[in-house]
């Protein structure tokens, strides 16, 4: 079956731009969470989405937002970019909310660069 | 809120053991394991569960102490193709998943 898919792989902005990313999880998977990974950062919880709904939401200024639609793709929004946006940016998908006894299933990423 | 896990690297020679830890500051529901290797996304390895449930890999183990809210994360006899970075992720009771910095894995031959 078709993994998670994001699009686009890589990007570069301008400061002060604006970027979408999107992702579509695996099918009958209904919650989405983003992630921001910066090196030796790990992972940085951005916000997870259930049935279209807002669960949880990380420590991030609200330049940073997110929304899901009812077939459950998902899309990320930062605005007025700032270059310590750049990082890999990773959505995760699971059957239920937050991660489900098969945990999440991860896309490759889109890779922002803020020039 | 984010887990701490340690070590921060560890190299091993294949067929060598090693353990990574992770440790949480608040009650937990359960505790994820994730491999990332260069270039690639983070891979499910396995959940453990309050409670003692366990699903996940087949040649790796881990354990979950719920009154410590620490887990472990154990690799006997390891490959080459366990080099990679580990995550751990941590569920708390109100439903949010917060992963670690990550341990950063080297087998070598």
């Known amino acids: 079956k078709a993994g998670v898919t994001q699009t686009p792989r890589y990007l570069i902005k301008t400061r002060g731009q604006q970027v979408t990313l999107s992702c579509s999880p695996i099918?009958?998977?209904?919650?989405v969470s983003w992630y921001q990974q910066t090196p030796g950062q790990g992972l940085q919880f951005l916000f997870e989405?259930?049935?279209?709904?807002?669960?949880n939401k990380g420590n991030f200024p609200g330049r940073f937002s997110g929304r899901q639609f009812s077939n459950s793709r998902s899309e990320m929004n930062v605005s007025t970019l700032e270059l310590g946006d750049s990082a890999l940016y990773l959505c995760?998908?699971?059957?239920?909310?937050?991660?489900?006894?098969?945990?999440?299933?991860f896309g490759s990423g889109t890779r922002l660069t803020v020039v | 809120q984010q887990p701490v896990q340690s070590p921060q690297a560890v190299i091993l020679r294949e067929g060598e053991d090693a353990v990574i830890n992770c440790s949480s500051s608040?009650?937990?529901?359960?505790v994820h394991w994730y491999r990332q290797k260069h270039g690639e996304a983070p891979v499910f390895l396995m959940i453990?569960?309050?409670?003692?449930e366990q699903k996940g890999h087949e040649k790796i183990s881990a354990s979950f102490n719920e009154k410590k809210q620490q887990s472990s994360l154990y690799l006997t006899a390891s490959q080459l193709s366990y080099s990679g970075t580990y995550f751990c992720?941590?569920?708390?009771?109100?439903?949010?998943?917060?992963f670690g910095a990550g341990t950063r894995l080297t087998v070598k031959p």
């Open positions: 995760a998908s699971s059957l239920s909310f937050p991660g489900g006894f098969y945990g999440y299933t």
């Open positions: 099918s009958g998977h209904r919650s």
């Open positions: 989405y259930f049935s279209e709904t807002q669960r």
């Open positions: 608040k009650a937990l529901y359960s």
């Open positions: 453990l569960l309050k409670g003692g």
């Open positions: 992720g941590t569920e708390g009771d109100n439903n949010d998943m917060r």
